[in-house]
């Protein structure tokens, strides 16, 4: 499978713990957000956005925060399932004309039956 | 709904040899499309991305060339590949707009 997860942070759960995944973002002028999951061997598969006139949107078992503030992003999974292990990642852009997406490296979540 | 094809799902070639891997997607029209190279460790790097049926526009200088014959088609390909070619290739589509990319399930490829 891909070996993406190598030298990722790693973030061990408990099943059926909640989990929180964090990101810095470094532009300023980014105005939109977006987490990925990304499982081995598989393409990023989107999860939940969020634009910068907010600062939480809740999807289903997931909620993202933003902190514009200290330039914060972070994903919380609600009961963990060991399906939910992966590297998730998030991604920051600008809005307007094209969009340049900046991706982060990731983070590891493995879930412990 | 709209889905995203990438094939092959895994590839080696030797050094040397021409590359051709292709991405379709079906369900939109007019969308953005875009080839991105992954390392282990390393954030997706962004290679080309197209606005338009033959606009290609290339975002790191590399042995690699992009191309969108069809408004849905999106080819990336390489007259001689070298061994730094080697990556899990992937494809992605977004609407225009602010809106998420969706991505391919992506290519091994694979250099000997």
């Known amino acids: 499978g891909e070996s993406v997860g190598l030298h990722l942070p790693t973030l061990s759960v408990q099943e059926g713990d909640n989990s929180i995944i964090n990101c810095a973002y470094s532009?300023?002028?980014?105005?939109?957000f977006i987490w990925y999951k990304q499982e081995s061997g598989k393409g990023p598969q989107f999860i939940i956005d969020?634009?910068?006139?907010?600062d939480k949107r809740q999807g289903q078992r997931v909620t993202v925060l933003l902190n514009k503030t200290v330039k914060h992003l972070s994903l919380q999974i609600a009961a963990t399932q060991p399906g939910d292990s992966a590297v998730y990642f998030c991604a920051e852009t600008s809005s307007g004309g094209y969009q340049k997406v900046t991706f982060g490296i990731g983070t590891k979540l493995q879930v412990i039956p | 709904s709209q889905t995203i094809h990438q094939w092959p799902a895994t590839l080696v070639q030797p050094v040397g040899s021409p590359l051709s891997l292709e991405c379709t997607v079906e369900?939109?029209?007019?969308?953005?499309l875009y080839w991105y190279r992954q390392a282990a460790g390393r954030g997706l790097q962004l290679l080309f991305y197209s606005v338009g049926i033959g606009q290609i526009s290339s975002e790191v200088p590399q042995n690699l060339s992009a191309s969108r014959p069809q408004d849905r088609q999106f080819i990336l390909s390489s007259k001689k590949l070298l061994l730094s070619d080697s990556g899990f290739y992937l494809c992605a589509w977004s609407s225009t707009g602010t809106q998420p990319q969706h991505f391919g399930d992506g290519t091994r490829l694979s250099i000997l």
């Open positions: 369900g939109t029209s007019n969308p953005n």
């Open positions: 969020i634009r910068s006139n907010m």
């Open positions: 532009n300023s002028a980014s105005d939109y």
